[in-house]
């Protein structure tokens, strides 16, 4: 695929909830400045492997290996500190809080450092001039950067979400599904962000259900039926119904 | 103190005008100012009606009788905001100025009496915080109303022939009962603990924590803030504040008592309410208190000055609970709707 190594490699990941066996041996690879669709029907393992990758499950078996260094004692935190953000479904943001705040919401600039954390007083101004110059350069443009994130239209919300992932994103951005709740109009704003995400050297991990965005953005695609890796190949409009096929694991 | 500060005007985006001119923008606004508005309308009203209302020594009156209610609400709102709610804080004052009535009898330290009475406080919102988060219970309602019920118990029982006890140090009564330059003592304490509240709510990142979690408790988790600690951070802050308010009541009594801070809870809770803030969580600030509490003080004051009863005047401030919770339902309406019209502009 690419002359670099990749940044992101899962081995045999294997992961079971009781009876459910949610992922058999899946391995795959994520490269820098690449886009990698996740695909597959519901309960095929997509928000399951993406969780295990995003430090919010362990995995029972497998390993996570990133620039070439096994991830232990998997944390949420610990993935964002290894350089992965995900933006989840629900976008985790705080209505209540104003597009600045939701971005360094528990990692806030404040000082002294010697103090406990929780006693540090905010740099509001550093925070806010940072927000501002990353939506400046995403090219999101919001209304007003002092209004809670409540007073947002939903892709205006969903771009907040993904320019917070953005800011801390080192290495890897997860996206499940950012435009599954948006018109034609914002998931093409979002579809731009993804790419600026790649342009900038990010290798971005896309699940989605829409085949029109894959073809479109996607430089690799890997499928999952029923937990396990099913094909792998570099989507484009002639192969778009073979892909179709293999999410649903029907014959061409 | 009824401005928002988190709205304050900032000339970064060129639109702003125009994106507050249309009614759905003033409509919210309107709302955030409009406790204080009300406030402003009552305290005319009533001095249209009787004139003694203000007199200085009748303002003394208020802010006496207000201080307590005030300071107490000011840890409620923090409580509130975390999505939470706090019932023991009047049964929590009262025990607390027990305690500080028996040291006294043994001692009579003024420094002894206060840390006493602070650190039974603190005690009973660490409870509180410990059991709810610990405990793993779905809400603080259970376990606020259980210390109650404790405290209060407690109180009775601690207390010598199980009622009111006379006597505090002279520095207690100062505080509580006296006044420098004719402003009365227990209004600089309701600034002091305003002041300190502010800095830490607005300052500092722990407060921002505290907005996030009642924002968002998940998403809280999820961003890495470290939820329990904040939730009985608050609510150990609570219960200090109903230590200050033991402070001050038995000041201005002279006395501690099982039977004070009666209702207390109902009147903080309706302070955060009607001074403006959601009972939802996340949104409010220590103003919404004050205006709230000021707002009680005023209503009851003047339904005194005019020899309304005090069944009337227990109606009227139910009925405002009502406006005011209202006014909140309005808020988030408003706000859905202000979100479509961005999307619609956005188009």
């Known amino acids: 695929m690419s002359a670099l190594p990749p940044v992101l490699t899962v081995r045999n990941a294997e992961k079971r909830f009781g009876a459910v066996h949610a992922l058999r041996e899946v391995s795959l690879e994520a490269y820098a400045g690449e886009v990698l669709a996740l695909l597959g029907d519901n309960g095929a393992g997509k928000s399951t492997l993406v969780k295990c990758i995003s430090g919010v499950h362990a995995l029972d078996e497998g390993e996570i290996v990133m620039d070439g260094s096994v991830l232990t004692a998997h944390?949420?935190?610990?993935?964002?500190?290894?350089?992965i953000e995900t933006v989840y479904q629900d976008l985790a943001l705080f209505d209540n809080l104003t597009p600045a705040q939701n971005f360094y919401c528990g990692?806030?600039?404040?000082?002294?450092?010697?103090?406990?954390r929780g006693l540090r007083f905010l740099n509001a101004r550093a925070m806010d001039r940072e927000t501002a110059q990353v939506l400046d350069r995403l090219r999101v443009k919001l209304p007003k950067l002092d209004a809670p994130v409540a007073l947002m239209s939903g892709g205006q919300r969903q771009a907040i979400a993904v320019a917070r992932a953005t800011v801390f994103a080192r290495?890897?951005?997860?996206?499940?599904?950012?435009?599954?709740?948006?018109?034609?109009?914002?998931?093409?704003?979002?579809?731009?962000?993804?790419?600026?995400l790649r342009a900038e050297g990010n290798a971005v991990i896309l699940i989605t259900h829409?085949?029109?965005?894959?073809?479109?953005?996607?430089?690799?695609?890997?499928?999952?039926?029923?937990?396990?890796k099913v094909g792998e190949?570099?989507?484009?409009r002639a192969n778009q119904q073979e892909l179709v096929s293999m999410i649903v694991g029907a014959e061409v | 103190m009824g401005e928002q500060p988190e709205i304050a005007p900032r000339s970064r985006t060129?639109?702003?005008?125009?994106?507050?001119?249309?009614?759905?923008?003033?409509?919210?606004?309107?709302?955030?100012?409009?406790?204080?508005?009300?406030?402003?309308?009552?305290?005319?009203?009533?001095s249209l009606l009787t004139p003694n209302f203000l007199k200085p020594i009748n303002l003394g009156n208020i802010v006496a009788q207000t201080a307590v209610i005030a300071i107490v609400a000011m840890g409620q709102q923090l409580v509130i905001l975390t999505r939470g709610i706090d019932?023991?804080?009047?049964?929590?004052?009262?025990?607390?100025t027990v305690i500080g009535g028996l040291v006294f009898r043994v001692v009579d330290s003024a420094t002894l009496v206060i840390l006493a009475m602070l650190l039974t406080g603190a005690a009973v919102g660490a409870v509180n915080g410990l059991v709810y988060v610990f405990g793993r219970l779905p809400h603080p309602f259970i376990i606020t109303l259980a210390t109650l019920s404790i405290c209060r118990g407690l109180a009775l029982q601690l207390s010598i022939n199980h009622t009111t006890m006379r006597g505090m140090p002279e520095v207690i009564t100062t505080i509580g009962d006296s006044a420098t330059f004719g402003i009365p003592n227990s209004f600089f304490v309701v600034l002091g603990v305003a002041v300190v509240i502010f800095v830490l709510a607005k300052t500092m990142v722990w407060g921002r924590w505290i907005y996030a979690v009642g924002g968002d408790p998940e998403a809280a988790v999820e961003m890495g803030i470290p939820v329990k600690g904040v939730l009985v951070s608050a609510y150990v802050i609570a219960g200090l504040c109903c230590g200050i308010g033991a402070v001050v009541l038995s000041g201005r009594t002279a006395?501690?008592?099982?039977?004070?801070?009666?209702?207390?809870?109902?009147?903080?809770?309706?302070?955060?309410?009607?001074?403006g803030a959601s009972f939802l969580g996340g949104r409010g600030h220590l103003g919404h208190a004050l205006i709230g509490a000021v707002m009680i003080g005023v209503i009851r004051n003047a339904l005194n000055l005019l020899n309304v009863n005090v069944f009337f005047q227990m109606i009227a401030i139910g009925l405002i609970i009502v406006i005011a919770v209202e006014a909140d339902v309005l808020r988030n309406q408003l706000e859905a709707r202000a979100r479509v019209i961005q999307a619609a502009r956005s188009q």
Not at chain 1, 210 to 225: C, G, K, P, Q, S
């Open chain 1, 75 to 83: 944390t949420p935190a610990a993935a964002r500190r290894a350089g």
């Open chain 1, 107 to 116: 990692r806030e600039i404040a000082v002294p450092s010697w103090l406990p």
């Open chain 1, 171 to 196: 290495k890897i951005v997860i996206l499940d599904e950012p435009t599954a709740a948006l018109g034609v109009r914002e998931s093409s704003k979002v579809l731009e962000l993804i790419k600026q």
């Open chain 1, 210 to 228: 829409n085949m029109e965005h894959v073809v479109e953005l996607a430089d690799r695609a890997v499928v999952l039926r029923q937990g396990r």
């Open chain 1, 233 to 236: 190949l570099k989507p484009s």
């Open chain 2, 14 to 46: 060129g639109r702003r005008s125009r994106e507050n001119a249309d009614p759905v923008s003033i409509g919210l606004r309107l709302l955030g100012i409009g406790p204080l508005l009300i406030l402003v309308l009552i305290v005319a009203a009533i």
């Open chain 2, 87 to 96: 019932l023991s804080v009047g049964a929590n004052l009262a025990l607390a």
């Open chain 2, 255 to 275: 006395a501690s008592s099982p039977l004070y801070g009666n209702l207390l809870e109902l009147d903080t809770i309706a302070a955060v309410i009607i001074g």
